[in-house]
């Protein structure tokens, strides 16, 4: 099955600096690629996604990379503020009735005021 | 509020006990997904049905079992609990089988004692 490395598990960085956080993947099958916002006690909730056939997306302060020859992919926020503070989770999804989504261990971003 | 809804928001029981964990999908979505969300598992994927069917399994064990009703609610059963199964389990929805994003409930907390 699917297996997503996510990296770092923990990211400081100053308020108004860029984050980046980076995952790669096994499954050169799978296709989708979705990015995740998770705050204490709360549902994971959808930042952005990513489709196989798109190498960048972005959306306001968030952008996401694919690489599918390397088989990573990245998430890219800058101008970062306090709000941003929480856990970013990485995700793949092959379909065909295999797995569902794939997370990453995720990433704890602090922004430091 | 992403459209999602589970029940109960916490649920404690005992080791042995039985319980029933529900959800209903946003207004549309046919496929339901279920993840547990542990401290040292992270966020694992558990189960998928696709209106009324099953279509993906996950890292499941043998004591859970779930369905998808006709109205396309669906139900987590897990049974013979053990410590270990205290975690928060989520449930997603998405419109289609396949490539589709999901949008999480606000999940239940099991605590077994």
């Known amino acids: 099955g699917e297996n997503v490395e996510q990296h770092p598990s923990t990211l400081s960085v100053q308020e108004g600096d860029s984050a980046v956080i980076k995952c790669t993947y096994s499954d050169s099958a799978s296709n989708y690629f979705p990015w995740y916002k998770q705050e204490l006690g709360k549902r994971p909730q959808l930042i952005i996604d990513i489709r196989s056939n798109v190498g960048e997306k972005k959306d306001q302060r968030i952008a996401v990379t694919l690489n599918k020859t390397a088989k990573h992919f990245s998430l890219h926020i800058t101008e970062t503020q306090p709000e941003d503070s929480a856990v970013y989770f990485c995700a793949a999804y092959s379909g065909g009735g295999a797995d569902g989504l794939t997370f990453g261990k995720g990433t704890h971003l602090i922004i430091q005021p | 509020d992403s459209g999602v809804t589970q029940t109960p928001k916490h649920l404690i029981t005992a080791t042995g006990q039985r319980v029933t964990l529900r959800c209903s999908p946003r207004?549309?979505?046919?496929?339901v997904y279920w993840y547990q969300q542990s401290l040292d598992q992270g966020l694992q994927f558990l189960i998928q049905?696709?209106?009324?069917?099953?279509?993906a399994k996950g890292n499941i064990l043998e004591r859970f079992s779930a369905q998808q009703f006709p109205d396309l609610h669906s139900e987590l059963n897990l049974s013979s609990l053990e410590l270990g199964d205290s975690a928060l389990y989520f449930c997603a929805s998405s419109a289609l089988a396949d490539y589709n994003e999901q949008f999480f409930g606000p999940g239940t907390r099991l605590t077994v004692l």
């Open positions: 049905y696709y209106n009324g069917e099953e279509r």
């Open positions: 207004s549309g979505d046919l496929s």
